[in-house]
């Protein structure tokens, strides 16, 4: 079965700056997909990124982006020029590219806070 | 276009209660899954569908029934409910497989068994 590690429970970051939330994972699989969730206060989860494994390049969305390093199997996101509204809960998930009932699994999440 | 509904987004109940938690999407989604939030454990899955009529177990099924008649609707039924059952609730939909898997959530139902 997969696993996804999110070793950091808590981070923070002053407004502007740059934060890099962690994230490995665990898989026999060699087709897959990551996500990058995050969680506001409002209890909405809200899909930040996604990178398919296949894919060599490193998605980025606007001040999001990931290092995607598959042999190593770590999947961390990069915020650039941090706002107070990414403060949240950041899940990183991992789901099968091609094995229709498989389910995404969760990391246990990471609590970002930013400082003014 | 609502996306996933989930019904109620809080509800308080009594040990031994039964409830169901309702959930509806509009996007023709052949998968739907129920999760459950717990402070420190990430979400884990409780029972996941992936078609009408088609039901499976997840990570922490125990305590939790589910069906799925229809394409839209996943319901969520909570048989006898326990302290341990306190917990924040997330359905959520997908299509299987191929190229686009992206999950769409409702917004949560926390639920408090007192």
């Known amino acids: 079965a997969q696993t996804v590690t999110q070793s950091q429970p808590e981070m923070s970051v002053q407004e502007a700056e740059t934060v890099t939330l962690s994230c490995t994972y665990d898989?026999?699989?060699?087709?897959?997909?990551l996500f990058w969730y995050k969680q506001p206060p409002s209890r909405q989860m809200i899909l930040v990124i996604r990178?398919?494994?296949?894919?060599?390049q490193n998605a980025t969305e606007n001040r999001f982006s990931v290092n995607f390093q598959k042999a190593a199997k770590s999947f961390s996101l990069k915020i650039s020029d941090s706002q107070l509204g990414d403060a949240a809960m950041y899940f990183c998930?991992?789901?099968?590219?091609?094995?229709?009932?498989?389910?995404?699994?969760f990391g246990k999440g990471t609590r970002l806070s930013v400082i003014a | 276009n609502a996306g996933v509904t989930q019904t109620p987004k809080f509800q308080v109940l009594k040990t031994g209660q039964s409830m169901t938690l309702q959930c509806a999407q509009d996007?023709?989604?052949?998968?739907m899954s129920w999760y459950r939030q717990d402070p420190g454990m990430g979400l884990r899955l409780i029972h996941y569908?992936?078609?009408?009529?088609?039901?499976d177990q997840g990570e922490v099924p125990n305590g939790y029934n589910v069906s799925r008649s229809t394409t839209e609707d996943f319901p969520l039924r909570l048989l006898s409910a326990a302290p341990s059952q306190t917990s924040v609730y997330f359905c959520?939909?997908?299509?299987?497989?191929?190229?686009?898997?992206?999950?769409?959530f409702g917004q949560g139902t926390r639920l408090t068994v007192v």
């Open positions: 990178q398919e494994a296949y894919k060599q």
């Open positions: 959520a939909s997908s299509y299987v497989g191929g190229l686009n898997t992206e999950a769409f």
């Open positions: 996007m023709n989604h052949e998968y």
């Open positions: 998930a991992y789901r099968s590219l091609y094995s229709g009932n498989t389910p995404l699994v």
């Open positions: 898989t026999s699989e060699s087709d897959y997909y």
């Open positions: 569908s992936v078609g009408a009529g088609i039901t």
